[in-house]
């Protein structure tokens, strides 16, 4: 919304954007328009956010393929396993910790989320 939507983008403007001018409204009717004036400041934190989140996923690919380790689907099963030990207190806790165990299929994708 911060890029496309043309009333959005005038009030996220007015309040953080400091140096750019809004151009006249003639200037931005459409979509596109709205586009090219909020790519000038909004082109950083998306291409910086971008970058973080392939960080983030390569590295994750390269713990599993090359170093085969599986910390991530670990950590998630065993806090998936405290939530449903805390949340739902009425149930044997051994029961669901073996429960909770067995929702991960056989390649290590959590199959419930």
Same mark, same amino acid.
């Given at each position: 919304?911060?890029?496309?939507?043309?009333?959005t983008a005038k009030r996220f403007h007015d309040a953080f954007v400091?140096?750019?001018?809004q151009p006249p409204e003639s200037?931005?009717?459409?979509?596109?328009?709205v586009g090219s004036w909020t790519w000038n400041w909004m082109e950083p934190p998306i291409g910086t956010i971008s970058f973080v989140i392939l960080c983030i996923q390569?590295?994750? @690919?390269?713990? +599993?393929?090359v170093l085969k380790s599986d910390w991530y689907r670990t950590r998630n099963q065993s806090q998936r396993t405290e939530f449903l030990i805390r949340n739902?207190?009425?149930y044997n806790?051994?029961?669901?910790?073996?429960? @909770?165990?067995? +929702?991960a299929d056989e390649k290590g994708v959590m199959a419930m989320q």
């Amino acid at each position: 919304p911060l890029v496309f939507h043309g009333e959005t983008a005038k009030r996220f403007h007015d309040a953080f954007v400091e140096g750019i001018e809004q151009p006249p409204e003639s200037d931005i009717d459409t979509i596109l328009e709205v586009g090219s004036w909020t790519w000038n400041w909004m082109e950083p934190p998306i291409g910086t956010i971008s970058f973080v989140i392939l960080c983030i996923q390569l590295t994750y @690919s390269h713990s +599993l393929n090359v170093l085969k380790s599986d910390w991530y689907r670990t950590r998630n099963q065993s806090q998936r396993t405290e939530f449903l030990i805390r949340n739902f207190p009425q149930y044997n806790s051994m029961i669901l910790r073996h429960w @909770s165990e067995t +929702l991960a299929d056989e390649k290590g994708v959590m199959a419930m989320q």
